[in-house]
């Protein structure tokens, strides 16, 4: 991995060395602290010439002072300080960390003119800087360099970390409120690695063995093998794993941070380690990107993470169902009925729409178990949600209004954002099948929404949502705070809900 930048805060001091950065607001509008590098008017004329008015997301390099030993001093504009809400701290540490390609040692200048920077927006600047500097570059053993064929230098892994100093007026606040970001900044890069990571060096069982690490966390796991399942009687989920030698693996993840009557919400990810689509099987091009079929797994074992780590008030279950949907002479073939742990019996029309067979065992079990206050599931579920929605929105499924709107909200404030689908019995219908209780698949039109309506069907009255997640969890758009293929979506996302809503 790209090598974690230090951060701390600090009070207003110049530094020695390293690189300095200020942010101005619109105008150009600077802080008190500003005039310490500056004797003169430098700063105004060299925003006049470059044409900088302290815009959002713009920048402009300053002379050092002289006489200083400074290296480099930088003026980030912020725009109006007071329109900032929590996601443009996070991305504004994204912006600043962007502005350092090599190990670096920077102070960070949080003083504006008329207002102060809080202690939490502080923490999410350095939660920002955290999320820009991950990468996934543990298998490359030489440095990336302009003509590709790459150097003998030692590759990002080996090198120093940067380190980042950020001087603010109550340090003691801002570490305080980023000791728990960080947890949750964790729990993100947690995600987008197990994501990244190919299939090859993580199947089910080495991904159980990542989610068991968190017990260190304290976060009580509990891993059952295919052993157990069939004594559950997980027909569906075990159909999907039997083409494949990698076994099948169920984890159960409990954080008890709420009072002990409490009931628990409840989070069930989707985790195929690797989806050839089996019997059905998927066109060879990009084929490569069904790695990251796991990342509704990825993100509930990233918020099991964040939430054990910030030491959340509220009793949690993540749950995962992790499988292999490969190509073998035992793999279950179309036409084949599978009989689920509720008892109904599924048709197998189609291998290739196995998640929802994972799905409705993982859900039935939480379900019966822990009667939670609610569950959530989260998966890479569908090719059509990406038709439907394009990469900037999830699909939110749901059978409960106040849950749907609360997750919407949760989406704004995080900006990673869902967009609700319809759902119903007309749609229900379509699922119906002649040999058995249902089909894993509907007709040509409206894909997600019939694997919602699948769903559903293992859920009875809990109030419940479905995030489809195909087009959000990989293949992600680069932004200011994610630039790997995998982002880590739905972490942040139910940090914010657990926090705003059941905690407390
Ligand atoms: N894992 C895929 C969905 C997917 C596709 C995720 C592309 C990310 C990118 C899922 O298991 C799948 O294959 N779904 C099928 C369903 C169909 C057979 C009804 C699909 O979307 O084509
Ligand atoms: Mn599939
Ligand atoms: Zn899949």
Redesign the pocket.
């Known amino acids: 991995m790209a090598t974690r930048p230090v951060i701390s805060f600090a009070r207003y001091t110049t530094p020695k060395k390293g690189s300095v950065v200020l942010l101005a607001a619109e105008k150009g509008a600077l802080g008190a602290v500003a005039s310490g590098y500056d004797s003169g008017d430098t700063f105004k004329r060299l925003f006049s010439i470059a044409d900088f008015s302290g815009k959002a997301g713009s920048s402009v390099d300053a002379l050092t002072p002289h006489g200083s030993s400074i290296d480099r001093l930088v003026v980030i504009g912020i725009g109006k300080p007071a329109a900032l809400k929590e996601y443009d701290w996070l991305k504004l540490g994204g912006i600043i960390g962007a502005q350092f390609r090599k190990p670096t040692e920077a102070a960070i200048v949080l003083d504006l003119p008329e207002v102060t920077i809080g202690g939490a927006e502080a923490a999410s600047i350095a939660a920002g800087i955290l999320l820009r500097a991950y990468a996934f570059d543990k298998y490359k053993t030489r440095k990336d360099d302009a003509d590709g064929k790459g150097t003998k230098e030692k590759t990002a892994a080996d090198a120093k970390p940067s380190k980042f100093t950020i001087q603010c007026a109550d340090p003691a606040a801002a570490k305080k409120a980023f000791a728990s970001l960080e947890g949750v900044a964790d729990g993100v890069m947690l995600a987008r690695d197990l994501v990244n990571e190919p299939a090859n060096k993580l199947g089910p069982v080495e991904f159980a063995a990542v989610a068991k690490e968190l017990e260190k966390l304290g976060v009580k796991v509990e891993v059952l093998t295919e052993k157990e399942m069939t004594k559950l009687g997980m027909g569906a989920l075990l159909g999907v794993a039997q083409g494949s030698p990698r076994g099948a693996r169920l984890v159960i993840m409990q954080w008890n941070g709420g009072k002990a009557k409490d009931k628990p919400v409840a989070f069930i990810g989707k985790g ?1 380690t690797f ?1 050839t ?1 089996g019997n ?1 099987m ?1 066109p060879a091009s990009g084929m490569e ?2 790695k ?2 796991m990342g509704g797994a990825a993100a509930v074992t990233g918020l099991m993470h964040a939430l054990a780590a910030r030491k959340a008030k509220a009793n949690v279950v993540g749950v995962i169902g992790l499988v292999e ?1 490969a190509v073998d002479g035992n793999a279950q073939r179309p036409g084949d009925i599978v009989t689920s742990m509720s008892g109904q019996t599924i048709e197998v029309l ?1 291998t ?4 929802r067979l994972v799905l409705a065992d993982a859900l039935w079990y939480v379900n019966q178990r822990f009667e939670p206050k609610f569950m959530i599931n989260l998966a ?5 949600i ?1 038709v439907a929605l394009g990469q900037n929105h999830a699909g939110l499924f749901s059978n409960n209004d106040e849950l749907a709107g609360r997750l919407t909200e949760a989406g704004q404030v995080t900006q990673e954002k869902l967009w609700r689908m319809p759902m119903g019995p007309d749609y229900d219908k379509l699922i119906d099948s002649k040999n058995a209780d249902m089909k894993n ?1 509907g007709g040509r039109y409206g ?1 997600s929404i019939t ?1 919602a309506q699948f769903l559903q069907r293992f859920v009875k009255e809990t109030p419940w949502a479905h995030l489809d997640i ?2 959000t969890a ?2 992600s758009p680069s932004n200011e705070i994610s630039q790997t293929w995998a982002s880590g979506f739905g972490v942040r996302l139910l940090d914010r809900l657990v926090r705003d809503h059941y905690e407390g």
Not at 352 to 355: F, H, K, M, R, V
Not at 380 to 384: D, K, S
């Open positions: 195929v989806d689509g059905s998927k990107e069904m990251g079929d949907n189609n290739d729409a196995e998640g890479t579920l569908t090719g059509a990406m698949i894909g694997a195909a087009g990989m293949g």
